[in-house]
């Protein structure tokens, strides 16, 4: 499913745990990290497609989980010409995508990278905050620091965060 201008519904998973760490995801066989994401199907909610690709990509069902906020709108990010297939159609330039952060309530025992027949990823790790804004495939890095940056007062409620990488 793409939209009229391109871009592919999508939504992004940001996991915490108590410690307020994120966990980072690195695909199969590549050396590229980052954070559970998937399409939001054309008879899908936001809520529905993140429930579904958590299941997915990452074992945990509802129980496993708390929603503790979501971006307000979408967050987009154009793909570099070499990453379009020019041959689909529609054509897909980016995506945009709204991004959850989830506590794991949970056991980290839960995480399964092979819960389905092809996974996505292959190894995880708990990172700081924002760590990810920082090593993430560049096209996605802005898209990254602004949900982070969003989502940041929900997880650290206090006021205490980890210090804030700038762009």
Same mark, same amino acid.
């Given at each position: 499913?793409?939209?009229?201008?391109?871009?592919?519904?999508?939504?992004?998973?940001?996991?915490?745990?108590?410690?307020?760490?994120?966990?980072?995801?690195?695909?199969?066989?590549?050396?590229?990290?980052?954070?559970?994401?998937?399409?939001?199907?054309?008879?899908?909610?936001?809520?529905?497609?993140?429930?579904?690709?958590?299941?997915?990509?990452?074992?945990?069902?509802?129980?496993?989980?708390?929603?503790?906020?979501?971006?307000?709108?979408?967050?987009?990010? =154009?793909?570099?010409?070499?990453?379009?297939?020019?041959?689909?159609?529609? =054509?897909?330039?980016?995506?945009?995508?709204?991004?959850?952060?989830?506590?794991?309530?949970?056991?980290?025992?839960?995480?399964?990278?092979?819960?389905?027949?092809?996974?996505?990823?292959?190894?995880?790790?708990?990172?700081?905050?924002?760590?990810?804004?920082?090593?993430?495939?560049?096209?996605?890095?802005?898209?990254?620091?602004?949900?982070?940056?969003?989502?940041?007062?929900?997880?650290?409620?206090?006021?205490?965060?980890?210090?804030?990488?700038?762009?």
């Amino acid at each position: 499913m793409i939209d009229s201008d391109g871009f592919r519904p999508n939504i992004g998973i940001i996991l915490s745990n108590d410690h307020g760490q994120v966990l980072w995801a690195r695909r199969v066989g590549q050396n590229a990290w980052q954070f559970p994401q998937g399409g939001i199907k054309a008879h899908e909610s936001p809520e529905q497609a993140l429930y579904r690709e958590l299941c997915e990509e990452l074992g945990l069902r509802p129980e496993h989980v708390e929603i503790m906020g979501s971006t307000r709108g979408w967050l987009r990010y =154009t793909l570099p010409k070499r990453y379009i297939r020019k041959h689909c159609s529609p =054509t897909c330039i980016g995506q945009k995508q709204v991004w959850f952060l989830l506590r794991l309530i949970g056991l980290e025992s839960a995480v399964k990278l092979d819960a389905c027949r092809q996974p996505e990823f292959d190894s995880w790790r708990w990172v700081n905050y924002w760590h990810p804004s920082r090593e993430v495939i560049f096209f996605k890095r802005d898209v990254y620091r602004r949900a982070l940056k969003e989502l940041a007062p929900m997880l650290y409620a206090d006021g205490n965060q980890p210090c804030h990488v700038h762009s």
